[in-house]
């Protein structure tokens, strides 16, 4: 087969992967004999896209997402009025801890990270032998990345493939020597990587391996021992994570945001605290969807698209408001920016106001409360007299209940009461993308998978789990005094790992990082609102049965984890 052919093998990987991924990762691909006109340079660029053209597929708000926060005492989904966001009962399932290999989300989620595991396997094959500058980095990114969705299986599932041969079944590891190979090949990737100079933060560079190497020796000993009594963390696993650290901060190229929110914006593109990000930019077909999740669904963000709105999904939990309630009694949590951003300065007296089309925005961060928004009435946003749009206390009109007005509260849990469409405190972190004509589609703002705040607080956590508080507490203070686009919040004046934990809750709510931080901090098995499971098994989930049916023919290759 002609190399110039292999462009269009990795495009046939967009079309022919089934939905049912194939456990040996194997790929059915097609000798396309017409494609004889690209060159060395269109057959690389063609092989590199595929690898992380699946991103956008993980890290939507019903997978990745569902699985590290609806899992946690974050955010929880209960069935809104009874009837919406039932979907069988997954997302109460997720939340108390009795998910099986049948749940949808856990599928869900396994399918495009081993396809895409696959897809880096192939590029790698395919780009040996050809003739293009780029061919060395783009060797290294697909091995890079190859390591990352094998980390992401390992972390939520228990195992990692190898596999060099896409014409050949993977190799299934577990524990220590499946933690062993995903170093590693992130170690070998990163000599050929860029720098960020030359590729932006949707592209895996030399930085983003060693925030990703760092994560990894951060997790070591829940890595290597799944089910331990005791986590206990080895030395030279924490000398390692304050390296890797260290080589992003010194390198001077990234910068903690001024802006706390902008970090999730629709411009947070060219963000200086982003390291490595889903990019969203290309992809304006409705993947990213962190903004409608959580928001009312009688919220309408866009002057310009009537039918952009919210959904009613997950709200977080009385016990993770109630961490920073205590955190900074007697004062409101709004002392700390990151809670919240008041873009509209409602009137005191909770009437109706008027807002310039151009300039309008909705409150970002948790939203509490009577909320308030553009007023629409069959279909269209009411004006005041000077032609500007009408904003005031919303009511559950899409709800045929406009008697109603739109109250979060702190109260959400599963009972009829806490299952009320407004019930719960919700979570506007990402900004609701201005192209969005539904709330469901065009997604803009690039999703974060390792920013330098992480980097500096898990150096934090390395310090401290070494005994070097003053260290610990330095780093984790230079995170709180960096936001300065509005008032910082208060330098704090000692740290513990129980309140290194709750910082992190507040740096990072809503970004996919909890599941793993609360199975790393030895409270995954702890109780909160709804939850009561204490099974350690539950640290990993399942793998899917559709995987094990799909793999029934290599006898013992594929077996489910413990206590499933």
Same mark, same amino acid.
């Given at each position: ?112 990270? #081993? ?46 493939? @190898? ?94 945001? +001024? ?48 039918? &952009? ?67 629409? #009435? ?61 709330? @469901?589609? @065009? ?21 401290? @789990? ?49 599941? +793993? ?33 799909? &793999? ?13």
């Amino acid at each position: 087969m002609k190399k110039k052919n292999l462009y269009f093998i990795a495009l046939s990987i967009l079309f022919l992967i089934s939905a049912n991924s194939c456990t040996d990762l194997e790929e059915q691909v097609l000798d396309e004999t017409f494609s004889t006109k690209l060159t060395d340079k269109q057959t690389a660029d063609g092989l590199i896209a595929p690898v992380y053209a699946l991103l956008p597929n993980i890290y939507q708000h019903t997978t990745y997402f569902a699985l590290q926060e609806i899992t946690t005492d974050e955010a929880i989904l209960p069935y809104r009025g009874g009837t919406d966001w039932g979907d069988n009962g997954i997302y109460i399932a997720l939340h108390q801890h009795t998910y099986t290999s049948n749940t949808a989300n856990v599928i869900n989620t396994w399918n495009p990270l #081993v396809q895409s595991i696959s897809r880096c396997v192939t590029a790698l094959a395919s780009l040996e032998g050809l003739n293009d500058a780029n061919v060395n980095l783009y060797k290294a990114e697909a091995r890079g990345m190859m390591a990352y969705y094998n980390m992401m299986v390992f972390d939520l599932y228990g195992i990692a493939f @190898r596999k060099d041969d896409p014409g050949k079944t993977s190799e299934i590891l577990r524990g220590k020597e499946a933690f062993d190979f995903i170093v590693s090949e992130l170690q070998a990737a990163e000599p050929n990587l860029a720098e960020k100079t030359t590729v932006g933060s949707g592209r895996l560079t030399k930085a983003g391996v060693w925030g990703l190497l760092a994560r990894m020796y951060i997790n070591a000993p829940v890595y290597k021992d799944r089910y331990a009594a005791n986590i206990t963390f080895a030395t030279e696993d924490l000398d390692k994570v304050i390296s890797y650290c260290n080589k992003i901060i010194d390198s001077g190229s990234y910068k903690l945001s +001024t802006d706390y929110f902008s970090i999730f914006g629709n411009n947070n593109h060219d963000n200086s605290e982003l390291i490595f990000a889903v990019d969203q930019r290309h992809d304006l077909n409705g993947h990213n969807r962190m903004a409608y999740f959580s928001l009312s669904g009688d919220m309408y963000p866009l002057p310009a698209y009537p039918a &952009a709105n919210g959904t009613d999904g997950p709200g977080i939990t009385s016990d993770f408001y109630q961490s920073w309630a205590k955190a900074y009694a007697p004062a409101d949590p709004t002392v700390d920016p990151r809670f919240f951003q008041d873009n509209l300065k409602k009137a005191d007296d909770g009437k109706t106001t008027c807002a310039d089309p151009a300039t309008f925005k909705i409150n970002r961060g948790i939203q509490r409360g009577q909320q308030y928004g553009l007023i629409r #009435v069959n279909g269209v946003f009411q004006k005041c007299e000077n032609g500007q749009l009408q904003v005031g206390p919303i009511t559950n009109l899409s709800r045929n209940r406009p008697d109603k007005k739109v109250i979060h509260t702190e109260k959400i849990d599963f009972t009829p009461e806490g299952s009320d469409y407004s019930s719960g405190y919700r979570v506007e972190k990402y900004e609701f993308s201005v192209e969005s004509t539904s709330g @469901r589609n @065009r997604g803009m703002a690039d999703i974060a998978i390792v920013r330098l705040a992480d980097v500096y607080l898990m150096r934090a956590e390395a310090q401290l @789990r070494k005994g070097n508080n003053a260290a610990a507490l330095a780093d984790v203070n230079a995170v709180r005094a960096s936001r300065t686009a509005t008032t910082p919040p208060p330098a704090l004046t000692s740290i513990d790992l129980n309140s290194l934990f709750r910082e992190r809750g507040f740096e990072f709510y809503w970004e996919m990082l909890r599941r +793993t931080d609360m199975v790393r901090f030895g409270k995954y098995e702890d109780s909160w609102t709804e939850k009561t499971n204490t099974d350690k098994f539950k640290r990993i989930f399942p793998i899917p049965q559709t995987a094990i049916d799909g &793999a029934s023919n290599l006898k013992g290759y594929l077996t489910q984890n413990p206590g499933y």
